[in-house]
């Protein structure tokens, strides 16, 4: 009798329940969220819905968290481990890039009687330090001067419209430049700001020097330093960085660095590369302009990059936008057709990932570098994608490009008072209402595990929010 009643009344709860979910007012159910983690959600006021969490053993694959893992969220920059994972096997870890040299013109003496045609590779890495090795080398083969001018070769990329909007209209901002087959120093200026208070003035040191850009200093004022950024009143201009605002002198020494936006792929490159010849005692004659490698011409010279292992380490480690999207677009011209577009590059991307039998169901790759509004990734995804590249040879190279807790890198000043300090390698992602991390910890007892967590909500970059990431990361390394 007691049996058949309780049967009864089983029975009868489950067809409430199923009534009930007919009618669309049963509660959703979620899965056990790490306590300090849910705390912190409940403090920034974020719904469990904003959130995708997935926490995995690398070896069994087994999830001990899995809370909205199979819906697609913005990832931000954890956008770049797919990048990565996908060009440590489509390119290999010791691809390199290579800038070539070369002239269909003559050498009498010290002139070349003809143009320098630079032909770019791609390059994510090619710095100030490159170019001026190779133009030391030029000077080296006996050419002090250039008669034909130069030619710039950039058709291994699609080229990309100048007038693009900056992403968050900050076009200053170092994260907006744009990718180029002919990108140098990211298309970045570095400003060394340097109060000289007995000559009642700031000096402004330019790396690199650009030929031909003025820079007009800001006013050296007096007073608190306070928001000196916002201050120094920075305007862009056709050939002059102007600072139409002030500088403090108790601000003392200052770095900024700033996206040469007033100047395009070729400007940039023609600038810094004059300057160093200049610098080398060289001079050049005749136009600049953009052209492809003709037939008669003849190799001069080439410069080769680091190998991939090292710049996915430089990419990840300070989460830099336009290498990210350098490496995408070299997948696609590695191996598909060009000039390489993103959209190329991303199809490529996904088929690799249906080929690795990684769940792709909702991504979408604009760019490669997370600095995107379209881009999706499900946790799951991303868990499958860090087993994969752990199981993979490449695994140390992958590893070693990401930050390391509280050590290094965008990880450097987060958990150094926790115990998870350097056992755990993790990515991490921000957007304005974005906030990701995704990589490695491992626990006190030596289990490893995977830790994917994308937060999409307009509270998502709170304090709280972050204590929590923070917290959670730290409850993996003791409770597994």
């Not at 390199?96 to 770019?120: A, C, H, K, M």
């Not at 070299?330 to 088929?351: D, N």
């Amino acid at each position: 009798m007691l049996i058949a009643q309780y049967v009864s009344q089983r029975l009868f709860a489950l067809a409430l329940l199923l009534a009930l979910a007919a009618c669309g007012t049963v509660p959703v159910a979620t899965p056990s969220l790490p306590a300090a983690f849910a705390r912190a959600m409940q403090e920034a006021d974020i719904p469990p819905s904003a959130v995708a969490l997935r926490i995995q053993d690398l070896e069994d694959g087994v999830p001990l968290v899995s809370h909205n893992a199979s819906l697609p969220f913005q990832p931000a920059s954890i956008m770049k481990l797919v990048t990565t994972q996908a060009a440590l096997e489509l390119l290999g870890p010791d691809y390199r890039w290579t800038t070539r040299f070369y002239t269909n013109g003559v050498q009498s003496d010290e002139v070349l009687q003809g143009p320098l045609i630079i032909q770019g590779s791609g390059d994510p890495r090619l710095a100030q330090e490159d170019l001026w090795r190779a133009l030391r080398h030029l000077r080296a083969l006996g050419v002090r001067e250039i008669s034909g001018g130069l030619v710039f070769d950039r058709s291994r990329f699609q080229t990309m419209p100048e007038n693009l909007p900056a992403f968050d209209a900050q076009p200053d901002k170092p994260y907006n430049a744009l990718p180029d087959a002919l990108l140098l120093d990211a298309k970045a200026v570095n400003l060394r700001l340097m109060p000289d208070t007995i000559n009642r003035r700031v000096t402004v040191f330019s790396e690199p020097a650009l030929f031909g850009v003025a820079v007009i200093a800001p006013t050296l004022t007096g007073g608190d330093c306070g928001d000196w950024r916002r201050q120094l009143g920075l305007v862009q201009e056709a050939s002059v960085l102007r600072f139409t605002g002030s500088y403090a002198a108790s601000c003392a020494e200052q770095r900024l660095a700033i996206h040469a936006s007033q100047l395009n792929h070729v400007q940039y490159f023609e600038a810094e590369l004059r300057q160093i010849w200049s610098e080398l005692g060289g001079s050049i004659s005749g136009v600049t302009r953009e052209g492809s490698v003709p037939a008669d011409a003849r190799l001069l010279l080439q410069w080769q990059s680091m190998p991939l292992s090292e710049a996915i380490r430089d990419m990840n480690k300070n989460s830099n936008n336009v290498m990210a999207r350098q490496l995408l677009l070299s997948m696609e011209a590695e191996h598909g057709q060009l000039p390489a577009t993103p959209e190329a590059a991303s199809l490529r991307v996904s088929k690799w990932l249906a080929m690795a039998k990684i769940e792709n169901a909702g991504f979408v790759m604009e760019n490669g570098s997370g600095l995107s509004r379209t881009e999706r990734v499900t946790a799951l995804s991303m868990a499958q994608l860090l087993r994969r590249a752990w199981r993979w040879p490449t695994m140390p190279e992958f590893l070693a490009s990401l930050p390391i807790a509280g050590i290094d890198g965008t990880m450097s000043r987060r958990v150094q008072s926790l115990g998870v300090a350097g056992h755990a390698h993790i990515k991490t992602g921000t957007l304005a209402e974005v906030v990701s991390i995704a990589g490695y910890v491992t626990a006190r007892s030596g289990r490893r595990l995977s830790v994917v967590c994308m937060v999409n909500h307009a509270n998502a970059n709170s304090p709280a929010m972050r204590k929590g990431i923070d917290a959670m990361l730290e409850s993996v390394f003791e409770n597994n």
